[in-house]
């Protein structure tokens, strides 16, 4: 803010020079109508200093958007959209990757909003799981292995109502 400081040193002169030349009607009319200028100029100045510094607060949230998506868009190509089954999709990390991490698969929705959000078991049941975002709410089924198990019990040979 040096134009500011600078308006308001000459500001202080003028103050200074108003009092010493109030004896003449037309340089303190002069005076005053350049204080009235000078006070708009340090108020456009504060104005357009508002205006750059929401410019440049824009300017630091469009970085790091953009930042945020250059991101994502590595780290999406390690993953590939899967039919899991029961007409429902959702992204699954590639074999091939090499991260290290444990196959899991990623919400839809979520994957398309530039959001690494990843799909958690909420209920297992015969043939299919249950997966849901924590982020959305979305649920997807994903085929599985279980199969229902029958359980037998031996069979009496003799009526219940025999006794001994």
């Known amino acids: 803010m040096i134009v500011s400081a600078a308006i308001d040193g000459a500001l ?24 009235t200028q000078l006070l708009a100029t340090k108020n456009e100045n504060m104005a357009l200093a508002e205006k750059n510094d929401a410019l440049q607060k824009r300017v630091r949230e469009l970085e790091n958007a953009i930042a945020r998506k250059e991101k994502f868009e590595i780290e999406a190509q390690k993953y590939e959209l899967k039919d899991v089954g029961r007409n429902a999709f959702a992204y699954a ?13 990623l919400c ?6 530039d959001r690494k959000s990843i799909l958690q078991r909420v209920k297992v049941d015969w043939g299919f799981d249950v997966l849901a975002c924590p982020r959305c709410g979305a649920q997807v089924q994903v085929v599985n292995d279980v199969k229902a198990e029958i359980m037998t019990v031996p069979r009496q040979t003799r009526a219940f109502w025999d006794e001994d």
Do not use: W
């Open 93 to 105: 990390l590639k074999p091939d990757t090499g991260s290290g991490e444990p196959p899991h698969y």
């Open 12 to 35: 202080g002169t003028l103050d200074r020079i108003t009092k010493l030349a109030s004896g003449t009607k037309a340089i303190f009319d002069d005076l005053i109508t350049l204080r």
């Open 108 to 113: 839809v929705n979520c994957y398309a909003d």
